[in-house]
């Protein structure tokens, strides 16, 4: 069990989300990040679509108590354990009675924290993401709170064996596995924010002023930014001529401009169909580089093919392949 000390900025409990109902109007919601979850996840034994903490920007403080093998992936929000820094992307086991802490953002917004086993919330929807404005999933539907228990279940057979290879060779609260993941895979950390995107249906509809201007300028993400959407300040867009556009669809990075002619990027708890036009999709492969940007950040908007963005995802995929087979080796070995 994990008792919340303090809850930070806001800490929720969140899954790959809840897929499958979008079509009777429920939300998604799950992850911000998708790819710093499954590896935390995967470090720790887990599978990937265990419920892990999303942590966004100020991190809380949480009391272990019990031992418990961990892992923190995303962004580097300066996790300490006992006053000693802890590295990201690796497994860590803590030792009962430790204080986990997080400090000022160093580089990213959202940070996930794994524990083998898994933590214990119920299922809603076949999922265990937070909904905020619904007050469903998680942690009795809402952010954590000073004084929340939060429980983890027993790590599995491949867990315990790097629980117990790590046992025996500590001599502090915690340690850490000397291995970790290929930079190739997580290079999405950097400072870059370019973000490339796929052609929206409506991007004919603007002015060749405002499709070359969303190219070519910077677009900074506001303070009103949050997890159903980023709203982002820049030149304003405008259409050609006025189009009433019909609700349709939506999805995780589709960008719409409304009649201020600021966009808008759809996040993890977007709505479920929208009504305005529509200027480009983000592509899968950037979205954990989208979820890492805080206010402040300038984006900048790159257009590439449908096909260039499925060899990307097919690239990115066969890297996290490589990857889970690694762990599983590594975890199988029960050690370095």
Known sequence: MISVIKPGLLTTIQDLGRSGYQKFGVVASGVMDPLAHRIANLLV??????????ITLLGPTLLFHKDALIAICGADLSPTINGKPIRLWRTVFVKSGSMLKFGRAVKGCRAYLSVAGGFLVPTVMNSKSTYLRSKIGGFFGRAFQAGDKIPFGSPSKRSQKMITFLMERITDDFIENKWTISLDLI?????SKKIRILRGRHCDLFTEESKEIFFKECFEVTPQSDRMGYRLNGPKLVLSNYTEIISEAVTFGTIQVPADGNPIILMADR???GGYPIIGQVITVDLPLLAQAKPGDCLHFEEI????????????????????????????EGGD
């Open 305 to 332: 093919s449908l096909e260039e963005a499925h060899v990307l995802y097919l690239n990115r995929e066969r890297k996290v392949r490589i990857m889970k087979q690694g762990i599983a080796f590594k975890f199988n």
């Open 187 to 191: 290079s999405y950390q950097n400072n």
């Open 45 to 54: 034994g887990n599978d990937e679509n265990a419920a892990t903490m999303e």
């Open 271 to 273: 709505q479920t169909t």
